[in-house]
């Protein structure tokens, strides 16, 4: 099992950043694909941004290209995503999800509990 905790979500002004984190707990970290999805009102869940297991591959949604990061650090047990010139199309529920990694299309066992990005006009 792994457990994902999301912290660093808020109010943000469209134009401004927010850091996200994901710890996660359980078994090994470093194993695991990581990714980020979010979930508008009234909208499904979607794809924001994954890395691979070691860091060295990073996938984004052509909506956060070049405005989103993602990164992760394996001895912290941590994921991260960095937002940059935040939208108000940006406001969402923000998950993190973790699955094995044997290549894309990563799919994801285990889910965070969200944590909330509101970004004003």
């Known amino acids: 099992q792994v457990q994902l905790v999301e912290s660093g979500g808020g109010l943000v002004q469209a134009g401004g950043s927010l850091r996200l984190s994901c710890a996660a707990s359980?078994?090994?970290?470093?194993?695991?694909?990581m990714g980020w999805f979010r979930q508008a009102p009234g909208k499904e869940r979607e794809f924001v941004a994954t890395i691979s297991w070691s860091g060295g591959s990073t996938y984004y949604a052509d909506s956060v290209k070049g405005r989103f990061t993602i990164s992760r650090d394996n001895a912290k047990n941590t994921v991260y995503l960095q937002m940059n010139n935040l939208k108000p199309e940006d406001t969402a529920v923000y998950y993190c999800a973790a699955g094995p990694d044997y290549g894309v299309p990563y799919e994801y066992d285990y889910w965070g509990q969200g944590t909330q990005v509101t970004v004003s006009s």
């Open positions: 359980g078994r090994t970290f470093s194993s695991y694909a």
